[in-house]
């Protein structure tokens, strides 16, 4: 089992910037990918960035292309998302998924509680 706790969400004005971080504990020597997605209002789900154990990263550059970085503190089973440039399109619930390997070939996914973005223009 891993928990996550996240933290950082909030109201910015766009152009503006914040930093989420979501604190993984637990089970954390079977993570192998941690990462960020949100769900606007009223759409679906959708990816934002994750970054592997061993340093791969993926963003979604449609949306975040520049503007997001995602970061790690393995001694603080830790990831960050800082925001920056916030444009009112990124408010929505944001969401820390971590990866964890079971077995040889299976994973499973465990989600964070979300935190809430708003951006006002």
């Known amino acids: 089992q891993v928990q996550l706790v996240e933290s950082g969400g909030g109201s910015v004005q766009a152009g503006g910037s914040l930093r989420l971080s979501c604190a993984a504990s637990?089970?954390?020597?079977?993570?192998?990918?941690m990462g960020w997605y949100r769900r606007p209002p009223g759409k679906e789900v959708e990816l934002v960035a994750t970054?592997?154990?061993?340093?791969?990263?993926?963003y979604a550059e449609d949306l975040v292309k520049g503007r997001f970085t995602i970061s790690r503190d393995d001694a603080k089973n830790t990831v960050y998302l800082q925001m920056n440039s916030l444009k009112t399109e990124d408010t929505g619930d944001y969401y820390c998924n971590v990866r964890t390997s079971v077995g040889d070939t299976d994973w499973l996914d465990y989600w964070g509680q979300g935190t809430q973005v708003t951006v006002s223009s």
């Open positions: 637990g089970d954390t020597f079977s993570i192998t990918a």
């Open positions: 970054i592997t154990i061993g340093g791969t990263i993926d």
